[in-house]
């Protein structure tokens, strides 16, 4: 009989363990995706960009020979409904770590072991499965060094081939992925965004192999650089599952030096956090330091400086700069996420959790994970996070990450005589309602940098005492 493979965040088919498995032998597999409340609660941009994943991936499959199947509906109902259609009595999925998924996936797992069903998950979405790194003393890590000279020599297993895919006699029916209008709530210029994105397992080799070629070498000095194209650009391809990490870690090893350490450091970050993530699953809603939880941060999301901030008119360059960058193109730099993200908690002494909803909203690599713990590391209440009194400054940050401007003149637009085309363009991605026009006067900062730095240490000693 067939069997069913799950897709969630996994929308490829090259080193896919569950896939590889559910192959095995040559028998029929049914590639289903399951739109259900965890999807429907993503934020905008990242289902938008799942749409697009989708709609690749499923051209993938019928290449392949093979189909996506899509139903929409709580995940336990709908593959007993394709059990019944199919006739299938396994079900294959590779896992996930979040709280939400992890809730679901062990319900649909109980309700199909108890119908007498086979519920096999897998790995392939991590390097290391998040219980099997341990402290000497049994527990899990908190701080990410140690956490890194524990795995960064481990054996990796090599990544699995294609499977070959053979077709059930019959195919069960499928909703249309254009019916699901899964990116009908980006309130933005979706085609404005669309011009960054190229989405798909293709598309992530293609990108890596050119990373690999040309950019690795340097990756360890390039990477800080705002207006460089330094980084990989893995992560909206990761979250997705539209390449695996193992297949990054492993082609990094054919380039030596240090730039391809230093990648596949980064690379263990994002390991890490769903390491934290699977061990302290609230580190994604609360405070992950409990001292924190009175921290007299505000958290009402209305208040104009935290509308300035999300439209990139706080008057200060380097930030406005990156929350353009993140509405045009659904990504943001590294360097740029740390530096808005403490200008939010600190200077604006504004709670972690709107921006990290923000982000939520925006970003095409949003990832649950690597989110939570990027905010709550630059708020200071995460684990292994910065110390509170480390304030990033902006404009020091700017001079020594952005030092010609280059980064600051790709997007803004306003008091330049000749705004480049990528400053233009977040014109055409924002909603008419914010009411911001290229010509507009310069923004008059809404706090000085050594008043927010003041108040933001104030209110930190008061917390302490
Ligand atoms: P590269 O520099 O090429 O790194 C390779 C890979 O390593 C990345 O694709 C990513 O998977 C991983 N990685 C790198 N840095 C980190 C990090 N600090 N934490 C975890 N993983 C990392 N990353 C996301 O994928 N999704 C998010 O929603 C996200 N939110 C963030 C929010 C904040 C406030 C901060 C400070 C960081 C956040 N990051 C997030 C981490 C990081 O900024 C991005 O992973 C990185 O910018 C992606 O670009 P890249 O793929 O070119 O990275």
Redesign the pocket.
Known sequence: SPCIMWFRRDLRLADHPALRAAAEGGRPVVPVFIRDAVVDDMGAAPRWRLERGLEVFAEALETAGSRLVLRAGPALEVLRELVEETGADTIYWSRLYEPAARERDERVKAGLRDDGLEARSFPGHLLFEPWTVETGQGGYYKVFTPYWKAVKGRDLPAPCPKPDLTAPDRWPRSDRLADWSLGGAMNRGAAVVAEHVDAGEAAANRRFGQFVARRIDDYAGA?DMLAEDG?????QY??LGEISPLTLWTRSLDASGEGAET?RK??A??EF?HHLVFHTPHITEENWREEWRDFPWNDDDRRKEVIAWKRGRTGEPVVDAAMRELFVTGRM??RA??IV?SYLCKHLLCHWRIGQKW?EEC?V???PA??A???Q??AGSGPDAAPYFRVFNPETQAERFDPDRAYRRRWLAEGEAQPTRTALSYFDAIPRSWRMDPGDPDPDRIVGLKEGRDRALAAYEEARS
Do not use: C, I, P
């Not at 980084?231 to 992560?235: E, F, L, V, Y």
């Open positions: 990477r980084t990989s650009g893995m992560s990761l979250t990648f980064e690379l970050w994002r956090s730099h590294n996420r740390m993200a982000f970003l690599d949003w990832d690597s989110n713990l990027g905010w590391w630059v």
